[in-house]
């Protein structure tokens, strides 16, 4: 038993009784982590992406030290009008990754299930829910989501709303890509705004709002030229440093720390060694636990994950995106949003993105409870490779151990990886 399973296995033991207590354990792990990434760091890394770690983390651990200046949301809320009332995103996906990375997330989905909750949900908001039921996670001060791509979270968030026993706001996405939509949702935004004053008591500085979406714009303009420069780069890395753009590709937009990120990570690129190995272009969450997919593609220089889709949600072009119309930016952000809408638009967008980093195939990761990803799955498989790029369609779990299924995993992706190397002799 190594000492991250033990930590959780005392993080759990602590909830059934002392619940405060295990929630400064935790606290405590996390900051102990965090000093790591700070002095320590893998070396493996980019110099930008260990600053990524260290980000993502503070991210963390801010709603653990001060849970009143904090909101709940869910993964696609925009979260510049969460910065201008100065409130800390409290991610759900992203909190129930950590815990399962803390080996903590067992006993929450069993809690979860007790109280009620489907096992078929998904084990990202159900390992959430069995914290909070558990009281290991703190109360907040609001709670802001969408329907925007997930079903999960219309269950999810008033269900949360109603036991921590705060005002909850929900921005409804209509489904078809239209200027009379995108005002629709700005609309909202607007309301969103009004909400968030009464709740924190701040006012929203309109000029410092705009000046955020101009930081988001040249942020995603940053992050595109990116994966343009990564298609000529050889650039192993972990399998967490991808979902860490994807969270704060979303909840940290807007803010000065994210906008460093893509430029000190432009910088790393353009000086990375010459493009070799294979290339796998990843859809959808990232099974970062499974020994299977570390054995075949962490820091392994014959095959990498050179892109994630949750990192590259909205592309600019073609888009106004306007930084002096805030709200309808923050709008046709949502509208506009890669995973809105039919599957087809989202396949498309992957493929989009896919050749933009030169992939040499991609994986479709089908996880537990995604009905959105498990539903296109095969006309994903028939699209990718009439575009000439091989995928492999691979079924498990991003958050919950117990539905990994590592053998089929080893098997299909070692069998995979193989069938694309033999693709060039």
């Known amino acids: 038993m190594d000492i991250v399973e033990i930590f959780g296995n005392y993080v759990e033991q602590l909830s059934k009784e002392h619940q405060e207590g295990a929630r400064r354990l935790l606290k405590t792990g996390w900051k102990a982590q965090n000093l790591k990434y700070r002095f320590a760091p893998d070396k493996r890394l980019l110099p930008a992406d260990r600053y990524l770690a260290h980000l993502m983390m503070n991210t963390m651990l801010k709603p653990l030290q001060k849970p009143e200046k904090s909101a709940i949301v869910s993964i696609f809320t925009p979260c510049e009008l969460l910065q201008e009332v100065g409130l800390n995103p409290y991610n759900v996906e992203s909190f129930s990754c950590y815990l399962a990375a803390s080996r903590a997330e067992r006993a929450c989905l069993q809690q979860a299930e007790n109280e009620g909750i489907s096992e078929t949900l998904c084990s990202y908001h159900k390992t959430f829910i069995g914290a909070a039921e558990k009281g290991i996670l703190p109360k907040p001060k609001c709670i802001v989501y969408t329907n925007l791509t997930c079903d999960a979270n219309l269950l999810t968030f008033r269900h949360l709303a109603e036991l921590f026993d705060v ?12 200027g009379d939509n995108v005002k629709y949702v700005a609309d909202q935004l607007k309301s969103l705004g009004e909400f968030l004053e009464k709740n924190t008591g701040k006012k929203i500085d ?7 979406l101009r ?3 040249r942020t995603l303009e940053n992050f595109h030229e990116c994966q343009l420069a990564r298609a000529d780069r050889c650039i192993p890395t972990d399998l967490v440093t991808p979902l860490y753009c994807g969270m704060t590709n979303h909840i940290l937009m807007g803010t000065p720390e994210e906008e460093k990120y893509t430029e000190m990570l432009l910088r790393d690129i353009r000086t990375a060694p010459k493009a070799h190995g ?6 959808h969450t990232i099974p970062f636990w499974s020994d299977a997919v570390k054995k075949e593609l962490s820091f392994n220089e014959n095959a990498q994950i050179i892109g994630c889709e949750l990192s590259q949600t909205f ?11 805030p709200y309808e930016a923050m709008a046709e952000r949502m509208v506009y949003h890669g995973l809105n809408g039919g599957v087809l ?3 498309q967008a992957g493929i989009r993105h896919a050749k933009e980093t030169k992939a040499d195939g991609a994986v479709w990761f089908g996880h537990w409870g995604c009905k959105h990803t498990l539903g296109g799955a095969q006309l994903a498989k028939k699209r990718f490779e009439e575009a000439g790029i091989p995928l492999l369609i691979l079924d498990g779990d991003g958050c919950d151990r117990s539905h990994g299924g ?3 995993t080893a098997t299909r992706l070692g069998a995979f990886l193989e069938m694309l190397g033999d693709s060039d002799e």
């Open 406 to 408: 590592e053998g089929q």
């Open 167 to 178: 005002p909850a706001f929900a921005i409804d996405v209509p489904l078809q890509q239209s």
């Open 206 to 212: 309109e000029t410092g709002l705009t000046e955020r």
């Open 345 to 347: 638009r989202r396949i």
């Open 278 to 283: 294979k290339r796998i272009y990843w859809m």
């Open 315 to 325: 592309d600019l072009e073609g888009r106004d995106f306007d930084p002096e119309k």
């Open 215 to 217: 930081r988001s714009r």
